[in-house]
């Protein structure tokens, strides 16, 4: 319900994340690519938006249980909008047979990352050549993309798949990438796919450290519960702030900044507060360099 207008298409990003532990708290496990004790929970993104923030221990997978996280987020948006392309797009730690399976039985689009392997770089030894030649002539990175299907040789996928392959030449040495998709290739070219796409899930990420700059990694209730209801008010205090942001700072030069630099510029304030018979008066200092915006974001926000 955040979107005001139906999308063409909603892009559904997952991704997982360490919350480092430095207690006894209920659920948790050292893991061992992160190097420390942690919580591994899963979120589900849309643009900016936090769809779904669910704790989960660190012995498991990445994905373990993502497609269950998905299933109420796409039916809900199917009831809102049962004519919306819905894409889910993930790195390669989701690339696995029961996510692939779940969106395909929902008709639910993807496009994931995938581990390469030798047989992977194999099917583009042509395209690599091709990529050398164009560095060796410029000295500048050169891709050439392809295009093919494949199943695994452990019968771990249950079908072939379409996969688009990244060829690239950098700086004396190669920097292969795959991913696997559903989506159509006439619409949907190798290269748009890959660069337009798949690579813009990037921003996922950015939007991940900026609720974790709203405690959402203050894990330090003892029971799984209690920090999985510190994860929802981190997430509920984000969706604050991007309303923030959205109803009352456009146009002022706080309209695209971070959570962070909000709380500190706008909610972090040194004031004087009186209370009398009928009314609470606080009186903030008369240096404070943001009155201007404050006063916009108050006279936005009034009822």
Not at 80 to 87: F, L, T
């Amino acid at each position: 319900e955040s979107f005001i207008e139906a999308p063409q298409e909603i892009v559904l990003d997952l991704d997982a994340t360490d919350l480092p532990l430095h207690g006894g708290q209920e659920g948790r496990f050292y893991h061992g690519y992160y190097g420390h004790y942690c919580y591994l929970p899963l979120y589900i993104m849309s643009g900016n938006q936090v769809l779904r923030a669910r704790l989960r221990p660190a012995n498991q997978d990445a994905s373990a249980g993502c497609w269950k996280e998905l299933e109420p987020v796409v039916e809900r948006l199917r009831l809102q909008w049962p004519e919306v392309k819905r894409v889910v797009r993930a790195d390669s730690g989701f690339c696995r047979e029961g996510l692939m399976m779940w969106c395909e039985k929902h008709k639910v689009d993807y496009v994931l990352g995938l581990a390469r392997n030798p047989k992977l770089r194999g099917r583009i030894e042509s395209e690599m050549k091709q990529a050398r030649a164009g560095f060796e002539k410029t000295r500048e990175a050169t891709r050439v993309f392809a295009e093919f299907t494949y199943k695994t040789v452990s019968k771990t996928w249950s079908k072939e798949r379409r996969v688009v392959a990244k060829a690239e030449y950098i700086q004396d040495k190669e920097n292969p990438r795959f991913i696997v998709t559903s989506l159509d290739g006439e619409k949907y070219q190798r290269q748009m796919l890959y660069e337009r796409v798949y690579c813009a899930r990037g921003e996922m990420e950015n939007r991940i450290k900026d609720q974790m700059s709203l405690f959402a990694d203050r894990m330090s209730t003892e029971s799984f519960r209690g920090n999985q209801l510190r994860l929802y008010l981190s997430s509920f205090a984000y969706t604050l702030m991007l309303g923030l942001r959205q109803q009352a700072l456009q146009g002022t030069e706080l309209a695209k900044a971070q959570p962070q630099t909000l709380r500190i510029k706008l909610l972090k304030i040194a004031a004087t507060i009186r209370v009398t018979a009928r009314k609470v008066w606080v009186s903030m200092p008369r240096s404070y360099p943001w009155q201007d915006v404050f006063r916009q974001a108050h006279l936005a926000l009034r009822c």
